[in-house]
């Protein structure tokens, strides 16, 4: 049955999904990554495709930006449709000087100013962790692809505009990048009993001011995702 923001039937969804916040970036990855893609949902025109990778039955949904949209659809995801692993292929600002343009960043825990993990589980202080091994295949991934990677802290933000915490705060507690959903997904896949990692690209170079075009952030994009499949595809011959 479907839910009140995902159209699909059960059944419909892989037990892994990729989960990119632009709808339209889950369209290209279903086009081209995958193997005999159908769209499963369309509600709010947040796309999401299920189709084939290396054998294996795979989804990609978008989720669009923040905790709050992405948290609606990973919760439903995995409460409604039986997912049981996903990874977030997103974009992020790196604040470190060694993290460049277009480099991978492979999420190793997720701070956040965000009250999500709080509202979750009635305490403070909450460490957003993703799954270990998930996040060691995409290591291996990463590095069988040649691809630039750094494996770090990140800090999800609640805002892109004005938010007031100083990036150099953010800096001295270790964190290499800045996005908006990572901590989210974290906290309701450990709420869930899912497993979770995220993979982001280097789309906002905050301390050189420098910014991805638009060909730049596509072309990367698809690098990442296909070391997102690659990662789940030998997550389960790990684990079969
Ligand atoms: N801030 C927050 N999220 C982001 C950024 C940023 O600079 N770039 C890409 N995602």
Redesign the pocket.
């Known amino acids: 049955m479907p839910t009140p923001h995902i159209s699909a039937e059960k059944g419909e969804f892989a037990p892994a999904c990729l989960l990119p916040g632009d709808p339209k970036r889950a369209q290209v990855i279903a086009e081209e990554l995958l193997t005999g893609a159908k769209l499963v949902t369309d509600v709010r025109g947040m796309l999401g495709f299920t189709g084939s990778y290396a054998g294996q039955e795979v989804s990609v949904m978008g989720t669009g930006m923040g905790i709050p949209s992405s948290s609606i659809y990973i919760n439903e995801l995995v409460a409604d449709y039986g997912v049981e692993r996903l990874i977030r292929v997103?974009?992020?600002?790196a604040i470190q000087d060694d993290v460049a343009l277009r480099d991978l960043v492979i999420v190793a825990g997720a701070s956040t100013d965000s009250a999500a993990p709080r509202n979750m589980f009635g305490f403070d202080g909450y460490a957003p962790v993703p799954d270990f091994a998930l996040t060691s295949a995409i290591v291996a991934a990463a590095e069988r692809a040649s691809l630039t990677f750094h494996v770090g802290s990140v800090f999800t933000?609640d805002l892109?505009y004005g938010a007031v915490t100083p990036i150099e705060q953010i800096q001295q507690a270790g964190c290499i990048?800045?996005?908006?959903e990572a901590a989210g997904l974290f906290a309701v896949a450990a709420r869930l009993k899912a497993r979770a990692a995220a993979v982001?690209t280097v789309?906002?170079q905050?301390l050189s001011n420098e910014h991805a075009t638009s060909q730049e952030r596509q072309d990367s994009f698809l690098d990442m995702a296909r070391v997102a499949l690659e990662a789940l595809a030998a997550d389960a011959s790990a684990s079969s």
């Open positions: 997103g974009s992020c600002g933000s892109f990048a800045i996005e908006m982001l789309s906002d905050i």
